[in-house]
Nanobody, 130 residues
Framework: EVQLQASGGGLVQAGGSLRLSCAAS????????IGWFRQAPGKEREGVSC????????NYADSVKGRFTISSDNAENTVYLQMNSLKPEDMAVYYC???????????????????????WGQGTQVTVSS
């Protein structure tokens, strides 16, 4: 059974940093694409970043490029999202999700929509104070 556990959220001042973790169980990262998504109150869930551990391919939303970095540790079966220079507009519940590795590849210029991902972890709240 594919299971994902997101953690690492918290309260941080604008300009600060957080590192989110997505611990995977029931599968190996090489077999899936992992995506990070976020949802703010009253807004749709939006893609933040994705990684395919098998190929090393990564992709980012324009709003986080240069500030966020996604990485994977296959030994720990965990994907990380390092978030630097956080802004109040980054405040949201962050989710990680897993699905076909082709979802995070050069086949997609932009991040795939959340509906393409079938397995989800629970969210972790990121709060950024101004």
């Amino acid at each position: 059974e594919v299971q994902l556990q997101a953690s690492g959220g918290g309260l941080v001042q604008a300009g600060g940093s957080l590192r989110l973790s997505c611990a995977a169980s029931g599968f190996t990262l090489d077999d899936y694409a992992i995506g990070w998504f976020r949802q703010a109150p009253g807004k749709e869930r939006e893609g933040v970043s994705c990684i395919s551990s098998r190929t090393g391919y990564t992709n980012y939303a324009d709003s986080v490029k240069g500030r966020f970095t996604i990485s994977s540790d296959n030994a720990e079966n965990t994907v990380y999202l390092q978030m630097n220079s956080l802004k109040p507009e980054d405040m949201a519940v962050y989710y990680c999700a897993a699905d076909n590795p082709r979802l995070c590849s050069s086949n997609y210029y932009t991040l795939p929509r959340a509906g393409f991902f079938g397995s989800w972890g629970q969210g972790t709240q990121v709060t950024v104070s101004s």
